[in-house]
């Protein structure tokens, strides 16, 4: 248990046997997950780090799971994560350097903590959530309708009569719209995507993005760098680089994609526990 502003925390830290040189990984949660992650996947993770040697600290943020206070937006966890990392510093005495990971929106929120703490020296970021109403609506045009065609299970929904052609015209054509013209809903908006990119582009460490084949959320991410130059000299630096799923979902939910992420974040690390 540990404290953020007067309300308690809970985490959950796996050791490592030896630790080394190793620095502390910190496990962000995003979305309505807890410390466990979808189908334990955070659990997997911190796991599998601990064991190759690395001390990893998977939390609650406020609001969420097992600790205290009210829920609170992504682009409000400053303080808890900087409360998270005092914790895994406070538990492993002489750790000086850690790494975040997140998943979704809490890949967002490590983006925009990321210059404000000197202890930060790497970021894994997966399937960072950078919504829109025009963003999503050209991500589904773009990369869900042209798929749904070719799977057997939507003509197999049309040949039992179970397909609704005339509301999915609809949906087409207003997704057409909002992706060129933009939402309402979207007015002012930009502004946590900005404070992404701004803390991004001042980071000096290492950062590694996951993203999967099969997810709107890291089709819009993807789709968001392909068009605006400002990312693309981001993620162009020498420190980023990026690893590619294309059979898996949001949450890695297969085994195999899983571990395979897994497999990337071990070996990625490798040169960081080394300086």
């Known amino acids: 248990m540990f404290e953020c502003r007067g309300e308690r925390l809970l985490g959950i830290l796996h050791e490592p046997a030896d630790a080394g040189r190793a620095p502390g990984v910190l496990i962000v949660v995003g979305g309505p997950q807890y410390r466990a992650g979808s189908h334990r996947q955070f659990v997997v993770l911190a796991r599998a780090l601990a064991a190759a040697g690395y001390p ?3 939390f609650d943020h406020r609001g969420i799971g097992d600790s205290d206070g009210a829920p609170r937006s992504f682009a409000e966890l400053d303080d808890d994560i900087r409360a998270a990392l005092d914790a895994l510093c406070s538990a492993r005495p002489g750790l000086e350097r850690c790494v975040i990971f997140g998943l979704c929106d809490a890949a967002s929120a490590a983006m925009m903590y990321c210059p404000t703490d000197p202890r930060l020296v790497a970021l894994i970021l997966a399937n960072p959530w950078v919504h829109s ?3 999503v609506a050209r991500a589904y ?3 869900y309708y042209g798929e749904r065609l070719l799977q057997a299970s939507f003509w197999r929904k049309v040949a039992a009569g179970e ?9 087409l054509l207003r997704k057409l719209w909002v992706s060129v013209t933009g939402s309402p809903s979207d007015s002012g908006g930009g502004a946590f995507q900005d404070r992404m990119l701004h803390a991004l582009a001042g980071f000096p460490g290492r950062v590694l993005l996951l993203l999967s084949g099969r997810d709107l959320t890291a089709a819009e991410f993807t789709d968001l ?3 605006d130059t400002r990312w693309q000299a981001v993620l162009a630096r020498p420190n980023v680089e990026q690893r590619n799923y294309p059979g898996s979902d949001h949450t890695f939910s297969d085994a195999e994609g899983l571990a395979s992420a897994i497999a990337d974040c071990k070996a990625w690390l490798g040169p960081v526990a080394c300086r």
């Open 163 to 171: 397909f609704d052609a005339a509301g999915s015209v609809r949906d």
């Open 141 to 143: 045009v773009k990369h």
């Open 56 to 58: 990893v600290l998977r």
């Open 133 to 135: 109403e025009a963003g």
């Open 225 to 227: 760098c392909q068009t």
